[in-house]
């Protein structure tokens, strides 16, 4: 099982990116696919997650902001990330959840910087 996160980067206050995580060996529809990210000096933390079923859930930092959805054709998961904030910056990582087990996928870094 793998899990692919891209399309971090550096980006100004109020701007926008879009996350993706690309599974291999599961499949998107099967699992909780969870976002969590981590700042330097603190815990991870949970950022917004998609059940089987479709049904999405957010922090309450993030929610408004934040849409977490999935592509099924692509086996891909996406967090697209809008009026972004200083204290968003942190190493984003994608999780998934289910009957086989847990994986999580290395970090993508995002910078909210001026």
């Known amino acids: 099982v793998q899990l692919q996160a891209s399309g971090g980067g550096l980006v100004q206050p109020g701007g926008s990116l879009r996350l993706s995580c690309a599974a291999s060996?599961?499949?998107?529809?099967?699992?909780?696919m969870s976002w969590y990210r981590q700042a330097p000096g603190k815990q991870r933390e949970f950022v917004a997650a998609i059940i089987s079923a479709g049904a999405t859930n957010y922090a309450d930092s993030v929610r408004g902001r934040f849409t977490v959805s999935r592509d099924i054709s692509k086996n891909t998961v996406y967090l697209r990330m809008n009026s972004l904030k200083y204290e968003d910056t942190a190493a984003y990582y994608c999780?998934?959840?289910?009957?086989?087990?847990?994986?999580w996928g290395q970090g993508t870094q995002v910078t909210v910087s001026s």
């Open positions: 060996g599961i499949r998107v529809s099967g699992y909780t």
């Open positions: 999780k998934a959840i289910g009957a086989r087990g847990t994986y």
